[in-house]
């Protein structure tokens, strides 16, 4: 029976969805003064038809084959993304690890010619002993610093990161942070006062680096013997090669596999994937509560220094986007731009593998996007949705054609 009445009340077009009134801005409210919740698929249906998108928000499912391949395909795309980020990752950290690996070879190479160069005399003994103490010494200095950066809430006090480098900021834009690491996320909490007695990244590599630069100028400072010194300074040398050379074989494996990953995406060269959607399993909502809108974006990358959300269509190529999906999109641009308080000049519709279309971020599309998220608010109050169209191409691709009580097919 509940289903019964459920198709009933999705018939009655009529009947209003939510109760509620239009505030000043001309958004509409509920009675609690929230404005009514319009996602960037309401967006999408709506103006693919209004019907469609009552009946959708009244129960009615969509149905046919194209839905559940679209639902596939966007795991898949999904799934690549992921695999891709995966693998830049692993890249970054052997990348790392050779960087190490060949400061260290770089170190054992210099103090090989050193003592060698002090054994045939042509550099005096007192320098090699002025080295060791030079490097305790600043080992000393690093250590210190890193114990003051730790023991003080120099973050907070410069706005880490500072200068143009600064990252957008979070704050209260609906990013739910229990949910996913968010893709704006800082480094370190600048908001927390309590920074007293914590450390990053910068005070690890100060402390790591302060013990080997301390280990290395004892080592100079009390070696006797400079000829065994020397010679298993030479060894080393050489067996350090080889596992750096290893190293740089990890590197350039690691490197041509995030390559292939980043071709299977369609990511340009320098594009940077900041976000990725996951059907809302772990991705963060993004979510505009003064004016209602909210959604996931397929991706967000970030170009140019700008954060670009890129929406992922299945199926048949068009000559030029649906209007249905730019209105989607434009609610994504409001998210992104409002979530990062930055201003994407554009996003990008993709359809299918290669085929690309950028939607500008202009005051045209803004007056659009609000115009359309504001019938819809309306339409939730008063209810009343007509069909946009007299298409009966439009109406047979319909996933809720069965159930329309205006449908022309």
Same mark, same amino acid.
């Given at each position: 029976?509940?289903?019964?009445?459920?198709?009933?009340?999705?018939?009655?077009?009529?009947?209003?969805?939510?109760?509620?009134?239009?505030?000043?801005?001309?958004?509409?409210?509920?009675?609690?003064?929230?404005?009514?919740?319009?996602?960037?698929?309401?967006?999408?249906?709506?103006?693919?038809?209004?019907?469609?998108?009552?009946?959708?928000?009244?129960?009615?499912?969509?149905?046919?084959?194209?839905?559940?391949?679209?639902?596939?395909?966007?795991?898949? =795309?999904?799934?690549?993304?992921?695999?891709?980020?995966?693998?830049?990752?692993?890249? !970054?950290?052997?990348?790392?690890?050779?960087?190490?690996?060949?400061?260290?070879?770089?170190?054992?190479?210099?103090?090989?010619?050193?003592?060698?160069? $002090?054994?045939?005399?042509?550099?005096?003994?007192?320098?090699?002993?002025?080295?060791?103490?030079?490097?305790?010494?600043?080992?000393?200095?690093?250590?210190?610093?890193?114990?003051?950066?730790?023991?003080?809430?120099?973050?907070?006090?410069?706005?880490?990161?500072?200068?143009?480098?600064?990252?957008?900021?979070?704050?209260?834009?609906?990013?739910?942070?229990?949910?996913?690491?968010?893709?704006?996320?800082?480094?370190?909490?600048?908001?927390?006062?309590?920074?007293?007695?914590?450390?990053?990244?910068?005070?690890?590599?100060?402390?790591?680096?302060?013990?080997?630069?301390?280990?290395?100028?004892?080592? =100079?400072?009390?070696?006797?013997?400079?000829?065994?010194?020397?010679?298993?300074?030479?060894?080393?040398?050489?067996?350090?090669?080889?596992?750096?050379?290893?190293?740089?074989?990890? $590197?350039?494996?690691?490197?041509?596999?995030?390559?292939?990953?980043?071709?299977?995406?369609?990511?340009?060269?320098?594009?940077?994937?900041?976000?990725?959607?996951?059907?809302?399993?772990?991705?963060?909502?993004?979510?505009?509560?003064?004016?209602?809108?909210?959604?996931?974006?397929?991706?967000? $990358?970030?170009?140019?220094?700008?954060?670009?959300?890129?929406?992922?269509?299945?199926?048949? =190529?068009?000559?030029?986007?649906?209007?249905?999906?730019?209105?989607?999109?434009?609610?994504?641009?409001?998210?992104?731009?409002?979530?990062?308080?930055?201003?994407?000049?554009?996003?990008?519709?993709?359809?299918?593998?290669?085929?690309?279309?950028?939607?500008?971020?202009?005051?045209?599309?803004?007056?659009?996007?609000?115009?359309?998220?504001?019938?819809?608010?309306?339409?939730?109050?008063?209810?009343?949705?007509?069909?946009?169209?007299?298409?009966?191409?439009?109406?047979?691709?319909?996933?809720?054609?069965?159930?329309?009580?205006? !449908?022309? $097919?």
């Amino acid at each position: 029976m509940g289903g019964k009445k459920s198709v009933e009340a999705a018939l009655n077009l009529s009947d209003p969805i939510s109760e509620g009134k239009q505030r000043k801005d001309g958004y509409w409210a509920n009675l609690k003064g929230f404005a009514l919740p319009v996602s960037a698929s309401d967006l999408e249906r709506h103006t693919y038809c209004p019907v469609s998108w009552q009946l959708s928000k009244a129960g009615v499912g969509g149905e046919g084959e194209a839905i559940k391949k679209g639902m596939l395909a966007h795991d898949q =795309i999904h799934n690549k993304m992921q695999d891709y980020k995966r693998s830049e990752e692993h890249a !970054s950290r052997e990348l790392l690890i050779w960087s190490w690996w060949i400061t260290v070879l770089c170190a054992l190479s210099a103090d090989s010619a050193a003592f060698f160069f $002090v054994g045939e005399g042509a550099i005096p003994e007192e320098f090699i002993q002025n080295m060791g103490r030079y490097l305790i010494m600043l080992a000393a200095v690093w250590l210190v610093l890193a114990i003051i950066l730790i023991s003080l809430p120099w973050r907070r006090w410069l706005g880490w990161p500072f200068g143009l480098a600064q990252p957008p900021i979070i704050g209260s834009s609906g990013l739910r942070s229990e949910e996913m690491v968010s893709p704006f996320e800082l480094e370190y909490n600048t908001e927390n006062d309590s920074d007293f007695g914590k450390g990053g990244v910068t005070e690890a590599r100060l402390l790591l680096a302060s013990i080997a630069v301390a280990l290395h100028g004892l080592a =100079i400072y009390w070696a006797q013997n400079r000829t065994i010194l020397t010679f298993a300074l030479i060894v080393a040398t050489l067996a350090w090669l080889l596992f750096t050379a290893w190293q740089l074989h990890k $590197v350039l494996t690691s490197e041509r596999e995030a390559g292939d990953a980043r071709k299977d995406t369609g990511l340009a060269k320098n594009d940077i994937l900041a976000y990725s959607d996951d059907e809302g399993k772990s991705a963060a909502l993004l979510v505009d509560e003064k004016i209602g809108v909210r959604g996931r974006p397929d991706q967000i $990358v970030k170009i140019d220094n700008q954060y670009i959300p890129v929406e992922q269509k299945t199926g048949k =190529i068009p000559n030029e986007p649906h209007d249905s999906h730019r209105m989607q999109l434009l609610a994504y641009l409001h998210l992104v731009s409002n979530t990062t308080e930055t201003m994407p000049e554009y996003g990008i519709l993709r359809y299918g593998g290669e085929a690309l279309f950028t939607v500008p971020w202009n005051d045209s599309a803004k007056a659009d996007l609000t115009n359309s998220i504001q019938e819809i608010q309306r339409l939730m109050v008063e209810g009343g949705a007509q069909r946009n169209h007299e298409r009966i191409g439009k109406c047979r691709n319909c996933s809720r054609r069965k159930m329309c009580p205006q !449908s022309l $097919v």
